[in-house]
């Protein structure tokens, strides 16, 4: 942190290296950004229940995954503005915050491409055996499987957690932001074992969600103003 002082009482400049929430304005602020793209994802898994959330071509596999599509490009879009509304202040932090945006960027592509395939064959395909059969096409080039439809899609909840317990780390957002965001990982994780459409799924997204929202609120707001003591000659 560096203390400027210019000549007169009272006119002490702050400047703690980090950048104020407001100094570049994107086309989204953080408050709805960071409530949106969680609020399509769970959007496209309540779309995806006509269906019982299976392999089948038609309106609501359009409508979800079209959903889905749009929430994982703001996710991506969340991951450019990490090193933008959060300052790092030490080498750990600066490590954490650039693995945590290269890790939502990265794997948000991956969800991208994997929902675009899926559209495609959603469009291409007259019935579910045609669909799977596309996309078992798909995981037969050599390393698609593990990086489109594997870890390589479901690590961006990964870096949401980083970047959430970061932020409650360098006080630009409350524990309870990181607590939500790290609860509905572990249950929707949870709940994928028991199956896609197992009611603790929707619950994790739900707390994703409601923690997500409270970190982009507190995120939108500017930084608090480091704080220094004046004192005289005196010392008093």
């Given at each position: 942190m560096n203390l400027t002082s210019s000549t007169g009482p009272a006119r002490t400049r702050i400047d703690t290296?980090?950048?104020a929430a407001g100094s570049a304005p994107g086309t989204l602020s953080d408050r709805v950004l960071f409530a949106?793209?969680?609020a399509l994802f769970l959007g496209g898994w309540l779309l995806m229940r006509p269906i019982d959330g299976q392999s089948e071509p038609g309106g609501w596999w359009t409508a979800a995954h079209a959903v889905w599509l749009a929430g994982f490009?703001?996710?991506a879009v969340m991951g450019l503005r990490f090193g933008r509304i959060v300052g790092a202040r030490t080498t750990g932090q600066r490590i954490a915050l650039t693995a945590s945006a290269v890790i939502v960027v990265v794997s948000s592509l991956a969800n991208i491409v994997q929902l675009v395939i899926d559209l495609v064959g959603g469009f291409t395909s007259a019935n579910s055996a045609e669909l799977k059969n596309a996309f078992s096409e798909v995981k037969d080039i050599p390393g698609a499987e593990a990086l489109i439809y594997g870890?390589?899609?479901q690590i961006v909840f990964v870096g949401l957690i980083v970047f959430a317990v970061l932020a409650a780390v360098v006080r630009r957002a409350?524990?309870?932001s990181a607590a939500l965001v790290t609860a509905?990982?572990?249950v929707m994780a949870v709940g994928m074992g028991f199956g896609r459409n197992h009611w603790t799924v929707p619950l994790g997204m739900v707390c994703?969600?409601?923690g997500l929202a409270l970190l982009g609120r507190e995120l939108d707001r500017p930084a608090a103003p480091a704080r220094r003591t004046d004192r005289g000659p005196s010392g008093a």
């Open positions: 290296g980090v950048p949106a793209a969680p490009v703001l996710f870890v390589g899609a409350a524990p309870g509905g990982t572990v994703l969600l409601a």
